[in-house]
């Protein structure tokens, strides 16, 4: 019997817009007068049988939003371990927390990290594919002899209790009320208050509301309730975004430090530098988008991230992507000839109790320069300066030129539909951004989109607008590995095409490093002053950049990443003696 699943995305389906039941109407098997694709009564959603579909391809295909996969699925796949009701996303197979382990979970969006860590955590019952969800000892049933029986079997038994750091930590101050100090006592159940604040650096935001803290804070609040509540097996889904670099060191080191015998600790996490920093194995999960997810055994984690760049698991014998991700060596300068945008010398701006200050720089027609820096340190301010939205009180700039800006925050609660706000982008620059995967989204309100494609929306919105500079804050946030380097890609190329320049603020180290020609470091003290440095080329961006972090970066041999250095560790000491610090 082929293993098939038929999964109706009902967030895409819409039965008049592809004027009434399309597929049922193009079905094969429908036209034998049998009911494979029918209207669901609950949903008015299509609805197709299974067993009845004989993976023809035609709905998939025919269907106008995207809405159908039809997926015949690897021989060995079985018994899903969770399943969404009829036609919706199907998970196999579960990672294993290990006492004593930081363990990761890469994989790309849409194919169950969330859901893998909920079911461990208890959130979401599992059902093992039925229509109710089952009972602990079922599942240490069908788990038997493998290492989830024991994890079930202690859940059951009280003996593992779980903490869950939530992915969407906006979501904080709808359900909390009152200050980040009473919010974290009251879910204090270890006694230690004290030391976890300190640890996360939120000794000076304990008196402000938690409605009132920005993204990187709240991010650490939730980081530090989940760590205050009682338990031996702690879960972290994406704890690194709204972090700039120096607090995802700061967080990745401080989550290092949960696992002992006693504690287990796991991790979903997108930027490939912390999560190789932070984690000790890693799991990966493939599938399909919105269709089915499954696990891979765990592997130690430079090899698994390895493994996932290379697209092949294979002692699983597994192939699941069709190309392999490969980053060169270091970026070198571009060999074009440099022509002037725009230059300045000793810029200055005051705005209330902050200043920020920029020495001598230039940029160059079609350069990609990235930005790095702390939060809070001017990076928007002076670019709002060369675009003429903020006059200088001090200095030169050669001349005001036209920006288009993404910003950092994205408005998720407008009811304007995508295909609206990219009339523009897709009618012109649709060959650009087609590896972006927005035509499904273009019927759906911004309000309905998840936040990576908000996210995806929002950089397509941007590059299309008519620009001498496009101005990109943190475009990687809610990404997965594929699609930022993807995005990255298409920003170089929009940057080409369009004769224009590119400054990408970023905290992921992968995503700046695989982007850029060039690097702007920016120095100061967050709500006090900054000063904006270079650009400069990015060996020596990266030295004085990384010079502060007091850390240093080197080329994994086989897939050519960068990867941090283990503080004190040979390679750490001889690139810090050789001051080449970006090796
Ligand atoms: Fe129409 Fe596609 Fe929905 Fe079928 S799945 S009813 S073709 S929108
Ligand atoms: Fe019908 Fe299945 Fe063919 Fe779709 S793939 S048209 S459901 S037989």
Redesign the pocket.
């Known amino acids: 019997m082929t293993n098939r699943i038929a999964i109706?995305?009902k967030d895409?389906?819409?039965?008049v817009?592809?004027?009434?039941?399309?597929?049922?109407r193009?079905c094969p098997v429908n036209m034998q007068q049998k009911d494979c694709?029918t209207?669901d009564p609950l949903t008015s959603?299509?609805k197709i049988d299974e067993k009845l579909c004989t993976g023809c391809g035609v709905?998939p295909n025919?269907?106008?939003?995207?809405?159908?996969s039809i997926v015949n699925l690897p021989a060995a796949l079985d018994k899903p371990i969770h399943r969404f009701g009829m036609n919706g996303f199907h998970l196999y197979s579960l990672p294993t927390p290990i006492f004593g382990k930081v363990v990761g979970i890469l994989g790309r969006n849409g194919i169950g990290k969330s859901t893998a860590v909920k079911i461990l955590a208890g959130i979401i019952k599992p059902n093992l594919g039925k229509d109710e969800s089952v009972s602990y000892d079922e599942l240490v049933q069908f788990f038997k002899g493998h290492e989830a029986q024991r994890f079930f079997e202690s859940l059951r038994d009280g003996k593992i209790v779980v903490s869950y750091k939530p992915q969407q930590v906006d979501l904080i101050p709808k359900n909390y009320k009152g200050t980040v100090e009473s919010l974290l006592k009251k879910v204090d159940e270890t006694g230690k208050f004290k030391e976890i604040v300190e640890k996360l650096s939120l000794g000076a935001v304990l008196k402000r509301d938690i409605s009132h803290i920005s993204g990187g804070e709240l991010q650490r609040v939730a980081i530090a309730a989940t760590v205050l509540k009682k338990a031996n097996v702690y879960f972290f889904d994406e704890p690194s975004s709204y972090l700039d670099i120096k607090q995802r060191i700061l967080v990745s080191k401080f989550i290092q430090s949960l696992a002992n015998e006693d504690t287990a600790v796991m991790v979903i996490e997108h930027d490939l530098v912390i999560l190789d920093y932070m984690t000790d194995l890693v799991h990966i999960m493939y599938g399909e988008e919105g269709a089915f997810g499954v696990v891979s055994l765990p592997k130690t984690t430079r090899t698994a991230i390895n493994v996932y760049l290379s697209g092949y698991i294979k002692d699983e014998n597994m192939r699941f992507r069709d190309h392999e991700i490969s980053f060169i060596a270091r970026r070198e300068f571009r060999d074009v000839e440099f022509r002037p945008l725009v230059s300045w010398e000793g810029i200055k701006k005051t705005l209330g109790d902050f200043t920020v200050i920029a020495n001598k720089g230039e940029i160059g027609v079609q350069e990609s320069i990235g930005i790095v820096g702390e939060n809070g340190i001017g990076k928007t301010s002076f670019v709002k300066i060369l675009a003429g939205i903020l006059d200088e009180e001090e200095g030169m700039l050669s001349d005001k030129i036209k920006v288009s800006y993404k910003p950092q925050y994205l408005d998720s609660e407008s009811d304007q539909i995508v295909g609206e706000l990219l009339k523009d982008a897709m009618k012109h620059f649709d060959h650009l951004f087609r590896p972006l995967e927005l035509h499904p989204l273009l019927t759906q309100k911004l309000s309905e989109l998840s936040g990576g494609e908000l996210q995806r929306v929002a950089i397509a919105h941007a590059l299309s607008k008519d620009a001498d500079i496009f101005l990109l804050d943190e475009p990687s946030a809610y990404l997965d590995v594929e699609q930022r380097l993807l995005v990255a890609k298409i920003i170089r190329e929009v940057a080409e095409e369009r004769d224009a320049s590119v400054l990408v603020v970023d905290h992921d180290l992968m995503f700046v490093d695989y982007l850029s020609d060039k690097l702007m470091v920016f120095d100061g003290v967050p709500a006090k002053h900054g000063e904006a440095k270079g650009p400069f080329k990015m060996q020596e961006g990266m030295n004085h950049f990384l010079t502060k972090l007091n850390i240093t970066l080197r080329r994994d041999k086989e897939s050519n990443r960068p990867r941090i250095n283990k503080p004190g560790s040979r390679l750490d000491r001889e690139q810090k003696q050789e001051g080449k610090l970006y090796a």
């Open positions: 109706v995305r895409r389906c819409n039965p817009g592809c004027g009434e039941y399309l597929c049922a193009l694709i209207k959603k299509a709905c025919r269907c106008p939003f995207d809405a159908i």
